[in-house]
Each structure stands twice: as C-alpha cells, then as structure tokens.
C-alpha cells in the first residue's frame, strides 16, 4: 500500500489537520486557545509541516513535496514531469479530508461562534488587504522564497555541511515558520494550492454551522501565486544547476 502517491496523500493530510488545526483553535470561540494569536498559528504550521513531512516519507513519499508548487517546481528543475498529475491529486485529496478532520475535531465550536470570516479563515486564506495583484505578488514572492531555500537546503553545494539524517524536515519546518513570520502578513500565506484550495473545498460542502460563503472570487490567488512562484524558483535553481 506504501507508494509515493500514499504518502503525499496522508502527509498532506496530516498537514493538513495540525496546520488548520491551530487556526481553528486560536479563532474558534470557546476553545483553550482562543486569541493566543498569531506567533502560535505561525509555530503551529511549522510543526505541521514537520509531521507532514515525516509522514509522507514513512508513507511512500520520499520527496515529501506536500504542496503542489514544490512538485512543480521539482518538475521544472528536473525535467521530469511525471508526477504532477498524480502528486497534485493526491495532495489535493489529502487537503480535502485533512480539513474535515479539522471540522470533526472542533465540531462544537462552529455553532459557538458566530463570526463567518473567522469560520472560513480556519479553512483557507483571505487578504490583510484586499488588492489582488498585491495579494498574487505577495504570494509569488513567498511561495519563491519556501521553494528556492528548500532547493537551497538539500543543494550539493552544502552537502560536506549538511545536517545528519533525519534532520531535513525539521530545517523545512523552521523555514516555514520564518516565512511565515516574515512574509505571511499580507495574504497569511497560502504558499501551498493544496492547502487552501482542498480546504476551501471541504468548507463549500461541509455542514458547518452558521458557514458563511466559501470566498470563491478570491481563491484563484491562493492557487496561481504559489504555482508561479514554485516554477520560479525552480526555473532559478535549474539555471544555476545547484
């Protein structure tokens, strides 16, 4: 059953489930953790990423792309473009149910709170301020500067100083918590199609209560930001082959 497909589904999943997870326990009403804001959503995330990663990897994946703009622009450095179809699926899959695991876990909060921006803010992203060619550069740039450092991190260029086994995931997590911090501001940062797209999904059809619209006009942003800067990136390392 273990196959590289598998693997990005659950590690997406799981992702997926700790990274929305820590959204819904900050904005979600009558939840311990409500209002401990934003430096606990941006830990929270990078933890996330850290599980997702181990988990893709125990599953069948060892690439752990988790996230539809890294595997493009591992296409694009490579050359190799088999896997886009079948990762973006999986991912996407994981994504759907990993965000209505979210959902079962705080089932009784939703009707406790009545505000629908937050509702929908647990399951994907809305702009600090709405302008949506500042909110795709904003994306572009972020989702460039995850890609192309996660290229940086595992370059042969490092290898005599690169870190022991098993520690990669861990640097992956701490440079998303830094984008995060750094750059996650504007639009909080989607830099990954699966996690909001698949997310936004599962909130249009699930039975959440007092659910307010699903933000559909703005969720081309969330997708084509990150894919654009993912290919940049990796059309970037591609040129200086490290």
């Not at 820590?22 to 929270?44: D, F, H, M, Q, R």
Request: proline content about 6%; hydrophobic content about 55%; charged content about 10%.
């Amino acid at each position: 059953m273990l196959s590289p497909w598998f693997g990005e589904f659950m590690g997406t999943l799981v992702l997926i489930l700790m990274g929305d997870g820590v959204v819904a326990g900050v904005l979600l009403k009558k939840s311990k953790a409500e209002n401990s804001g934003w430096i606990v959503i941006t830990t929270g995330w990078a933890m996330a990423v850290i599980a997702g990663v181990f988990t893709a990897i125990a599953c069948g994946s060892p690439g752990a792309h988790l996230n539809p703009a890294v595997t493009l622009g591992m296409a694009i450095r490579s050359g190799d473009y088999s896997n886009l179809l079948s990762f973006f699926t999986a991912q996407m899959l994981g994504g759907i149910l990993g965000a209505t695991l979210v959902w079962l876990h705080f089932l009784p909060h939703w009707k406790e709170t009545p505000d629908q921006a937050a509702k929908l803010g647990v399951f994907c992203n809305s702009p600090a301020i709405r302008n949506f060619p500042a909110n795709f550069l904003s994306e572009v740039i972020a989702t460039f500067a995850l890609v192309f450092v996660v290229f940086a991190i595992f370059s042969k260029n490092v290898a005599a100083s690169a870190p022991a086994a098993g520690v990669g995931p861990y640097l992956v997590g701490s440079l998303v918590w830094g984008v995060g911090l750094s750059l996650g501001g504007p639009t909080g940062y989607a830099i990954n199609p699966a996690r909001d797209l698949g997310p936004r999904i599962a909130h249009a059809i699930l039975p959440i209560a007092g659910k307010g619209a699903s933000g559909w006009d703005y969720a081309a942003i969330p997708v084509f930001g990150p894919l654009a800067g993912g290919a940049l990136a990796g059309l970037l390392v591609k040129i200086l082959a490290f």
